[in-house]
């Protein structure tokens, strides 16, 4: 499995080594994996979980990078739970729930997209009210990541006109079918919750701004299990009378593909280590977005490639180049759709 601490040792301390070895070991394990609650009670047990919120991003990076070039599933379990788990440690309101979380104990997970609100995260229509000491929340959350197993959800509702953070306990769910991933709605019909934050806006954005950049490096971890699986098939599969990776033109591929890893790597490197060395309490937004962007849309381009080099056999349902492809896919779509992130990075210029 390839090291994304080796090649790119400027942005990373012993102890990013260390992380990623325990990471490869976890990623590599035997046995059966089964959903994300059996997947988060293994990362928990192996101590993958341990800093859960309050770790730097990039360990983050760097256990996406190895789970995800073995098992999507496995980075979603991961990261769901820094999903969930963030907002819970920047506001110190759940100190139990998290520690369970961390444990590997409990399922989190993060609630905000509705299906008249996604990328226009203001326009939600979640509200929040008042009942004793605590609230009630009523409407539809969609597309959450693990919902289907979560015990606890943190779920974005709008309480006077503005939008605060709550914990809602053991959420009722309906799960939706999108490839690869464990998701569905939030149904929520005066349900009880506890207010974790009343400025759930900006919660909800240092939450996004750290996850971000991370994203880029899963991309990147599905990339390259695509690249050097295409790699073994170009020296292996010969037409023209020579291997494929003769092919003057298949190596201009092979470079394109090598350039956009590295870019990849580089930059969304250069996003997590921005926000780890930025004070915790400013803004990381347009460094975080051309982090995501760059690497998910480069490993987009390489996974792509990897299609065509497989010729049939790229587009077989069950071949792995199809899968990994399939898998990387929403990483464009989620945590910021491209096309939205380039509005924030079009906003620090104007
Ligand atoms: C696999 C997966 C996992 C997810 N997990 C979670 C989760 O755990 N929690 C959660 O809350 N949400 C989650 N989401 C939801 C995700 O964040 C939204 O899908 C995303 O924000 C886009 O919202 P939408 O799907 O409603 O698309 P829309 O907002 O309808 O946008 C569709 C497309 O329109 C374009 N677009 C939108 N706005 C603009 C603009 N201003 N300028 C230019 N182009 C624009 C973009 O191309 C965009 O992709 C998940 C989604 C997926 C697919």
């Not at 059966?32 to 293994?42: E, F, L, N, S």
């Not at 991961?78 to 440690?89: A, T």
């Not at 898998?327 to 779509?333: C, D, Y």
Request: aromatic letters at 6%; glycine letters at 8%; one cysteine or more.
């Amino acid at each position: 499995m390839p090291s994304l601490v080796d090649p790119y040792a400027c942005f990373f301390t012993p102890a990013h080594t260390t992380a990623e070895q325990v990471a490869a070991a976890f990623a590599t394990r035997g046995g059966p994996r089964g959903g994300i609650r059996d997947r988060v009670r293994a990362l928990g047990a192996a101590g993958l979980l341990d800093d859960v919120g309050r770790g730097d991003v990039r360990t983050l990076a760097v256990r996406r990078a190895q789970l995800a070039y073995v098992d999507a599933m496995d980075d979603l379990a991961f990261i769901v739970q820094e999903l969930g788990g963030f907002p819970l440690e920047k506001s110190g309101a759940e100190p139990a729930i998290l520690a369970r979380a961390r444990a590997g104990d409990s399922v989190v997970c993060f609630g905000m997209t509705e299906p008249d609100a996604g990328s226009d995260v203001a326009a939600m229509t979640t509200f929040a009210e008042p009942d004793g000491h605590q609230f009630r929340l009523t409407g539809l959350k969609h597309y959450i990541s693990n919902a289907p197993e979560a015990d606890h959800a943190v779920v974005f509702a709008k309480l006077d006109q503005k939008i605060a953070a709550f914990m809602v306990d053991s959420p009722v769910t309906e799960p939706q079918d999108v490839s690869g991933h464990s998701i569905g709605r939030v149904v929520l019909d005066a349900t009880p919750a506890r207010l974790l934050a009343s400025r759930g806006g900006a919660l909800a954005l240092a939450t996004l701004e750290r996850c971000r950049p991370t994203v880029g490096l899963a991309a990147w971890g599905l990339a390259r299990h695509g690249f050097d699986h295409t790699l073994d098939r170009l020296k292996s599969r010969s037409q023209f009378g020579k291997p494929l990776a003769a092919q003057p033109v298949v190596q201009s591929r092979i470079a394109d593909m090598a350039l956009d890893l590295e870019q990849a790597a580089l930059t969304a490197l250069w996003a997590c280590w921005t926000r780890d060395v930025t004070p915790v309490d400013q803004r990381t937004g347009y460094t975080s977005a051309i982090g995501k962007l760059t690497a998910t849309e480069a490993c987009g381009r390489v996974l792509d490639q990897c299609v065509q080099l497989h010729g049939g056999a790229g587009v077989e349902e069950a071949s792995l180049i199809q899968t990994l492809w399939r898998e990387a896919r929403p990483l464009r779509i989620y945590e910021g759709a491209t096309d939205v992130l380039k509005t924030v990075i079009a906003e620090r210029w104007l």
